[in-house]
């Protein structure tokens, strides 16, 4: 026999979910067994005895037995057109180089004549000796096709021979502002071209087809789904990949929440007007879509030796600093222009001199024009001078942090930066004492989707192997609940929506995942094994496991 609906609630109940084990991430609630959702949201959060008072005529009733729930995870960076874009090119994603040129070969016996070849993810740090690949890897295997396979970080690509004659790279050619031409001790491109280098050969890519444009966007949310991230935060999109976005959101295609920054591209010399006719575009296709931030880049990356450095790379003896991606002025005309707009602005910055940089410029930008509630952010803010970690919060700028980057970098960051400098590198504790909080993610495709890799790497500061013993810099790790956090509550609130996700509340969006252990208590070896079981989102089901 049914039970009413209680009298303190005027919905009924669509679901109910009982006899669970739920971590909430709400601090007045921490822990519950049931859950109650009408249309996309919890109306209660609580007890099996309670949530039955719920059950109508037509609600669904749901044992957990005893399965543990966690709110929907949220990457708070992650690229999400080119999660899709990767499913259909090479994956070399820290595979042997050998292995890599072997994919190029297959790929250029099916290519049709004059076909780009490309790929992401190599990574010469993994590889023995620990050297830059060459063109004549390529030239060897790829047919006379161009070749164009980006470095798993995205800001270096190897290239062939032909793809560097199509962009007209010489013995002769310079190294553009914000970039490098690497070339062997007779001034040769080797084929490998770092940050705005390579864009001079990516420019003669053809784009996708409209289709498989849009079909790679529904593969992204496919992968997002099925590893229990129910938002995003796109790290830097232009006008055209939204406008597809909102096609697939208006079809039906696409209901992935994402959170979009739109990309201030290197070598742009206007301030992104057209970023801002619309205004800020919050909550659309019911709380799926929101764009209201803008993205831009100092500096590249440790693994390319292209993060901005107030003094020297450590493993360089010409006392390289990096690469400058804009300048001071243009980071400060393109930040007091969206400041004063209301959008959020979130900066790309590696070394410590990007990070201070950034820092600068938002100190500025917030003194001119007080008041406002900015959450201004810094993505990755890897390498940061120990004067200046402090900084954050005080000026209430955010540390967007991937973890996982840290067990991915650990057997060169050291190298690039010396003893001295590690001690602000990835320095989640260090950063956590002063208050702020740190939105986690995984970089995607920089990283793999796993939500998971990211939250072990956060507890345990070891790679998927489980090395080093005990944690490399262990002294930075996070604990279970802070790293849950970083993945619900913190990167909610990073995007202003800590009133409606984050944590499994009464009001907030019905968003949550079904896993195959208990997160909280599972050995730590186990964290990056975790499953999800199903993902629902807005109380329906969108992904079920196996």
């Known amino acids: ?23 909430t991430v709400d601090e007045q609630n921490p822990k519950a067994s049931a859950m109650v959702i009408a249309d996309d949201r919890f109306i209660y959060v609580g007890s099996d005895e309670t949530a039955n008072g719920y059950i109508g005529d037509h609600t669904k009733v749901f044992d957990l037995k005893g399965r543990t729930i966690l709110p929907g995870l949220i990457d708070a960076h992650m690229h999400f057109g080119n999660v899709g874009n990767i499913k259909v090119k090479i994956d070399a994603f820290w595979k042997p180089k050998l292995d890599i040129i072997d994919a190029v070969r297959n790929a250029a016996d099916s290519a049709e004549n004059g076909e780009w070849i490309e790929g992401r993810g190599w990574n010469q740090e993994v590889w023995d000796p620990p050297d830059y690949p060459t063109r004549s890897d390529l030239d060897a295997v790829s047919q006379g096709h161009p070749v164009y396979i980006e470095r798993t970080d995205g800001h270096a690509a190897w290239v062939n021979s032909k793809a560097l004659e199509i962009a007209g790279i010489t013995k002769d050619s310079h190294n553009p502002p914000g970039g490098e031409i690497i070339k062997d001790t007779d001034g040769i491109p080797t084929g490998v071209l770092v940050d705005t280098a390579k864009l001079s050969v990516s420019e003669n890519i053809p784009p996708f087809t409209e289709q498989k444009a849009l079909k790679a966007l529904e593969m992204a949310q496919e992968e997002f789904f099925s590893n229990g991230v129910t938002s995003g935060h796109d790290a830097g999109s232009d006008i055209q990949t939204i406008e597809r976005v909102k096609r697939l959101y208006d079809s039906g295609r696409l209901c992935m929440r994402l959170y979009v920054f739109m990309r201030i591209p290197d070598g742009s010399t206007t ?29 590249g990356t440790l693994g390319s030796h292209g993060a901005l450095m107030i003094k020297g790379f450590s493993d360089r003896s010409d006392g390289y600093l990096g690469l400058q991606r804009v300048t001071r002025e243009r980071l400060l005309a393109v930040a007091k222009r969206a400041h004063e707009a209301g959008f959020q602005v979130a900066v790309h910055a590696i070394g410590d001199a990007a990070n201070r940089r950034a820092l600068d410029v938002f100190e500025q930008v917030v003194k001119e024009n007080p008041g406002s509630d900015h959450r201004h952010r810094i993505e990755h803010a890897q390498v940061v001078a120990l004067e200046d970690i402090p900084r954050f919060k005080r000026l209430g700028v955010i540390p967007a942090m991937q973890a996982v980057h840290a067990t991915s970098d650990k057997n060169m960051a050291e190298k690039r930066v010396g ?27 920089v990283e793999k989707v796993n939500p998971f890799h990211v939250l072990f790497a956060s507890v345990t500061r070891q790679s998927r192997d489980e090395e080093p013993p005990g944690g490399w810099y262990p002294e930075e790790k996070m604990t279970r609940e802070e790293a849950l956090k970083s993945y ?26 079904v896993i195959d252990r208990d997160y909280m208590k599972c050995p730590d070896s186990e964290i990056k094994d975790i499953r999800v079981l199903q993902t629902i989102l807005g109380g329906k089901a969108v992904f079920k496991g196996e």
């Not at 009413?4 to 669970?20: D, E, M, W």
């Open 1 to 23: 026999m049914a039970i009413s609906t209680p009298k303190n609630s005027s919905t009924p109940a669509a679901a109910v979910y009982l006899n669970g084990n739920i971590y």
């Open 488 to 513: 619900t509550i913190w990167a909610a609130y990073a995007a202003f929506e800590e009133n409606i996700k984050g944590s499994i509340r009464q009001g907030k969006l019905a968003d949550f995942i």
């Open 419 to 445: 003893p001295e400098r590690i001690k602000g590198a990835y320095a989640w504790r260090k950063f956590l004492k002063t208050g702020t909080v740190i939105p986690n993610g995984t970089d995607a495709p």
């Open 271 to 299: 301030l992104g007007d057209e970023f801002y006719a619309p205004g800020k575009q919050i909550g659309l296709y019911n709380n799926s879509l929101t764009i209201r931030g803008i993205k831009i880049s100092i500096d």
